[in-house]
C-alpha cells in the first residue's frame, strides 16, 4: 500500500498521530514535508505541484493509492487501521475518535492565542489558559485514564488516541507556548505517566533521534526539545 504523509517539517501533533503510529509498527511510508514552494502552491491552487490534491488548502493530507485524504482525525484512523493502534469495535473506536476531537478542541483553544499580535491580550489569553481551560481539559483526560485503569485510553494497549495526546502534551511541555508554564501537564498524575511511558518506547526514541532536531546550541526553528519526561 503506498502511504504519503504531507505536512509541514514539524513534529506538531497533527501529523505525528499518523507518522508515529505508523513509524512504531514498521509501515513503509513517505514522510514528505513540504517546501515553502509547495505551501504556495497549496495556498493558491489547492494542489501541489505534481497534481496531489490538498482538499481544504490545509495540512496534514495522507496520499493512500494516489488518493488525496485531509483532517487529522480521518487520517488518525486510517493509520491507526493500518498500524493496528485502533480498534475495530464500533464503542471502542468512538472512545478513540472522542480523545482525538478532544486533542483538536484543545488545540483550536490555543490557536487565537497564538494568532494575537497585542501582546497583552495575548499575555491574558495565556493566562487564562492556564488556569482555566487547559487544566479543566486535562482533568477530563486524566478521568478517562483512571476510568480505563490500564494506562492507556482506550482498551489495554496504546492506541492512536494516547499518542495524539502524548504528542499534545509535549507540545507544552516543550515550553514553547510563552506565558503557558512548561510543567502544567505534570500535575497530571495518569497523563504524566502516560506521557513518560510513551517517550519511553524504543520506536519512539528512535523517531525522536531520526526526525527532532536536539541541537542544544540551536535556536532555530527546527528545534525541538520535546523532553523525554514530565
Ligand atoms: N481541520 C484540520 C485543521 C488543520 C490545520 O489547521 N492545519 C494547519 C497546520 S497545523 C494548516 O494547514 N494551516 C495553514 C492554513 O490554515 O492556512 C484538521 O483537522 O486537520
Not at 505534481?50 to 493509520?79: H, K, M, N, Y
Not at 485502533?86 to 480523545?99: F, H, L, R, S, T
Not at 486535562?138 to 480505563?148: D, P
Not at 512548561?182 to 502516560?194: A, D, G, H, I, V
Request: with cysteine; proline share 5%; charged share 25%.
Amino acid at each position: 500500500m503506498q502511504l504519503k504523509l504531507i505536512y509541514f517539517d514539524q513534529p506538531f501533533w497533527r501529523a505525528e498521530i499518523a507518522r508515529l503510529c505508523l513509524f512504531i509498527s514498521d509501515i513503509e511510508f513517505e514522510d514528505y514535508r513540504i517546501t515553502s514552494e509547495d505551501l504556495n502552491d497549496i495556498k493558491e491552487n489547492g494542489e501541489l505541484s505534481d497534481g496531489t490534491v490538498i482538499p481544504f488548502r490545509q495540512l496534514p493530507v495522507l496520499v493512500i493509492e494516489g488518493q488525496s485524504i485531509a483532517q487529522t482525525g480521518a487520517i488518525a484512523r486510517i493509520c491507526g487501521q493500518i498500524a493496528d493502534m485502533y480498534p475495530n469495535d464500533m464503542i471502542e473506536a468512538g472512545k478513540v475518535d472522542q480523545v482525538i476531537d478532544t486533542v483538536t478542541d484543545i488545540n483550536v483553544l490555543i490557536n487565537p492565542s497564538m494568532n494575537e499580535s497585542n501582546p497583552d491580550i495575548k499575555k491574558q489569553m495565556r493566562h487564562d489558559l492556564s488556569n482555566d481551560a487547559l487544566p479543566k481539559y486535562f482533568s477530563y483526560l486524566e478521568k478517562i485514564l483512571e476510568a480505563n485503569d490500564s494506562g492507556w485510553f482506550v482498551g489495554d494497549e496504546m492506541t492512536v488516541a494516547d499518542i495524539a495526546v502524548w504528542s499534545m502534551l509535549g507540545w507544552i511541555a516543550q515550553g514553547v507556548l510563552d506565558d503557558i508554564p512548561s510543567n502544567l501537564p505534570k500535575t497530571f498524575e495518569r497523563l504524566t505517566s502516560l506521557y513518560n511511558e510513551i517517550s519511553n518506547i524504543p520506536k519512539v526514541q528512535e523517531w525522536k533521534r531520526q526526525t527532532y532536531a536536539y541541537d542544544e546550541s540551536s535556536t532555530g526553528e527546527y528545534n525541538y526539545h520535546v523532553p523525554n519526561s514530565i
